[in-house]
């Protein structure tokens, strides 16, 4: 018994005729979804149901087992497979007697058959944990979810790591809209040696013989060090050189993948994990038949068998030479907070399954994802990058016996690649990229006299935080302890499928509801979207998972609580915002309210007057047009609909043109030279694309740049706050110009 028909197939092909392989295609058993499914009177006890798309399959399962020898339950090796494993006994009725439980991490031949050779019976602590999870989930989600529906609006939905997820990255948009920049400055002088042409730069940093930092707050300051620094002798008051290693990156878990495919391959976690789970149950490979390619890919562990470790090691030898080779074989510990499942880091099945050789079999997004694992595994046993770095101290002394400033110039250069041959960690947007070889220096000894070229001042503004990433946001519940491995990417879809928070251009910008839902939640259920609560909550799920203590009074600590702060959550009053419209039904006062197409004014008085009418003018400004009306003639005016903005006839309603009002972007389209606009997909995400659809059929998703690539010519991309990269080149840098102002263009008929 396994999960998914492409898992069996491969555990199929692995076994031979002896066995009949059988799919469960996911769970097969839950708590039913018309009712809350957990007696709270009664210990708890949950009550499960086989949901009607299953019958089938469990009497399926349930006539196979009856002539069965032996019955292998050979679910994923985590928590929620030995759940799976264990509802699968109950809802078919299996006979216990001939039941054997099996777990391996990767789908090969060998781990496959030696899982075999040690079966197990099913480890009930790992079952209790995850149905105490299941039932913590059901408790706050059955319960703060109606809360919602009444106090805000129908279609919300409350959970417990879903919830503290939205409220950080609510928490970062508030930092950002509070953040006052702050002014400092920079100084650099250009310096040369007496005898050398060659220039090089030094920053100033304070005071000579003091370790305070110096700070330059205002221009009048950075005016009269640059007065006092123009009249100064320099000279090389030190010089250090010495080698620096850098050991490379440990081989991926869950969320480092999640978080290296999103800033290396632009992939959300969702697609991370599809494409993953792909690789990981087995592909088609000519020669071998079907074969899992990489190692579990829900896991925490950083820990790699032996024998991958010394297989990588011989490759690594045979590839690249003895020099990139460490003398001993790297071990990785975990770092996770609070890790928990003793599984493998995420690997290829066999080091040797170089990319190359199985890329005719996989598409392109399991190719790119395979290989970024591959690299990762194989430079994590390589030996360090080396590098050169020189430190000059420089003492600048004034004239009239003023104390001399210090500056310092540092320069590194790659003494050697290692691990960097193969492989490089991506940076996270907002970074400080390396500086390899920016600022050479000549030969220089203590003593040496520097004549001065020039001086740099440069004014500079402090930053608010960036808003997250999913990448970021990933990185973030990891280190605070909260989810699991299989908990990210549903997650963060969830808060974006709700409305709660959209992605623009890689980052994820809370909305309004977003705002409203997460000041509710915290306002009156403070521990439910704490941090550290949720985090501690997690431990107490392993404690019950390490058998250290029984499942129900976690819950029961969990549940009296929540039960209290709901009596008081339900009398606070219904979401609303106030407004100076007057009802034209019986003149109370219009509020603005949240329905399931966003908000729209409805009457105070409601129940008694259900009055409501539409919010003109939510959202961003529309735009002034002069168009007129493809059916009538008549002027045309720009409204707001399900998917946007768009243009409707003055008339309406009795007369029904309209026409799709597009935002221009400024940038022209690389295959047809058409206007490239803004777009919205069926869930809301802003995408760009031709004006020409659907004869030029151009799309991205990251925001065009109108001024061309510096290099090629090409169309520039956003890539970050300021920053752009060219589609055709390999161009990066400092963005020539931001897009202007957009305009309306209507385009077509709707």
């Known amino acids: 018994m396994v999960e998914s028909p492409a898992k069996a197939r491969t555990v199929a092909n692995i076994l031979g005729g002896e066995y009949e392989v059988k799919a469960s295609v996911g769970h097969v058993r839950d708590l039913p979804k018309s009712a809350l499914g957990v007696d709270v009177k009664h210990g708890f006890d949950p009550y499960y149901i086989v949901p009607k798309e299953k019958r089938r399959v469990v009497s399926e399962i349930a006539a196979a087992s009856k002539g069965a020898q032996v019955i292998f339950l ?84 409350a959970g417990r790591v879903q919830s503290v997820a939205l409220r950080l990255v609510v928490e970062r948009e508030r930092e950002i809209q509070s953040f006052v920049p702050k002014e400092y400055w920079t100084i650099e002088a250009q310096l040369s040696k007496a005898d050398d042409p ?143 499942e003793a599984h493998e880091a995420i690997r290829p099945t066999s080091t040797y399954r170089e990319p190359e050789k199985v890329r005719p079999y996989l598409n392109r997004e399991q190719d790119r994802l395979y290989t970024l694992i591959w690299q990762r595994m194989v430079s994590s046993q390589m030996a360090d990058a080396l590098y050169d770095v020189t430190t000059v101290d420089i003492e600048a002394k004034p004239s009239a016996g003023r104390d001399a400033y210090l500056l310092r110039a540092v320069n590194t250069q790659m003494a050697f690649p290692g691990y960097r041959h193969l492989y490089t960690e ?68 969830t808060v974006q499928g709700r409305g709660y928070v959209q992605r623009e251009n890689g980052r994820l910008r809370p909305q309004e509801l977003g705002f409203v839902v997460n000041d509710l939640l915290t306002t009156y259920f403070p521990d439910i979207v704490d941090v550290n ?108 609909g399900r998917y946007g903005a768009f243009l409707s006839c003055s008339r309406y309603p009795q007369c029904q043109g309209t026409r799709p009002l597009l935002v221009k972007t400024g940038a022209r389209c690389p295959l047809c030279g058409g206007d490239i606009v803004e777009k919205h997909s069926r869930r809301g995400r802003v995408f760009y694309g031709c004006a020409n659809y659907p004869s030029c059929q151009f799309t991205t998703w990251s925001r065009p740049l109108p001024t061309p690539c510096p290099e090629c010519g090409g169309l520039l991309l956003a890539a970050r706050e300021g920053r752009g990269r060219c589609s055709q080149c390999r161009w990066q840098g400092q963005s020539p110009q931001e897009a202007p102002e957009a305009t309306g263009l209507p385009v077509g008929h709707r």
């Open 198 to 340: 060659q220039s090089f730069r030094a920053k100033l940093t304070g005071l000579a013989g003091k370790r305070k930092k110096l700070e330059i707050a205002s221009q009048q300051e950075a005016d009269r060090l640059v007065h006092l620094l123009q009249s100064a002798a320099y000279g090389v008051a030190a010089v250090q050189k010495k080698k620096q290693a850098r050991r490379p990156s440990p081989p991926f878990i869950t969320s480092t993948l999640q978080q290296e495919a999103a800033r290396r391959l632009g992939f959300t976690a969702q697609r991370t994990m599809r494409i993953a789970q792909q690789l990981y149950e087995g592909l088609a490979i000519s020669g071998e038949g079907e074969v899992g390619l990489i190692t579990y890919m829900r896991t925490d562990s950083t820990q790699v068998a032996d024998s991958a470790r010394e297989e990588t090691r011989a490759y690594i030898r045979e590839k690249f030479g003895e020099p990139y080779l460490p003398p001993s074989p790297r071990v990785y510990k975990k770092k996770v907070k609070r890790a928990q």
């Open 426 to 493: 991506a940076r996270e947007e907002g970074e400080q990229e390396e500086d390899l070889g920016k600022n050479p220096l000549p030969e220089l000894a203590a003593g040496d006299l520097l004549p001065l070229l020039g001086l740099f001042p440069e004014q500079h503004f402090s930053e608010p935080p960036p808003r997250y990433t999913e990448a970021s946001l990933i990185r973030a519940l990891e280190e605070n302890g909260i989810g699991r491995p299989s908990t990210y990417a549903p997650t963060i879809a």
């Open 533 to 640: 609560f949720t985090a501690e909550m997690e431990e107490e799920l392993d404690e019950i998972a390490r058998g250290e203590r029984p499942w129900q009074p976690v819950v029961e600590g969990f549940y009296a609580p929540l039960m209290k702060a709901l009596a008081v959550a339900r009398e606070a009053p219904v979401v609303h915002q106030e407004t100076s419209e007057v009802c034209d039904q019986c003149g109370q006062p219009m509020v603005i309210r949240w329905g399931r197409k966003g908000r729209f004014l409805a009457c105070s008085g409601y129940p008694q007057c259900r009055n409501t009418r539409p919010l003109e003018g939510d959202g961003e400004p529309l735009p002034a047009v002069e168009e007129t009306c493809p059916e009538c003639g008549s002027p045309m005016v720009a409204k707001r």
């Open 74 to 157: 050979a679910t994923d090796p985590d928590r929620e497979g030995e759940a799976i494993a264990w509802h699968l006994v109950q809802a078919a009725g299996l006979d216990e007697a001939s039941l054997q439980r099996v777990v391996f991490h990767e789908i090969t031949p060998q781990a496959v058959r030696e899982a075999f050779r040690h079966p197990r019976a099913i480890d009930m602590q790992l079952v209790q944990a995850q149905q105490a999870r299941r039932i913590l989930d059901r408790l706050v989600g059955y319960n703060l979810s109606p809360l919602l529906w009444k106090k805000v609006a129908r279609g919300l939905s």
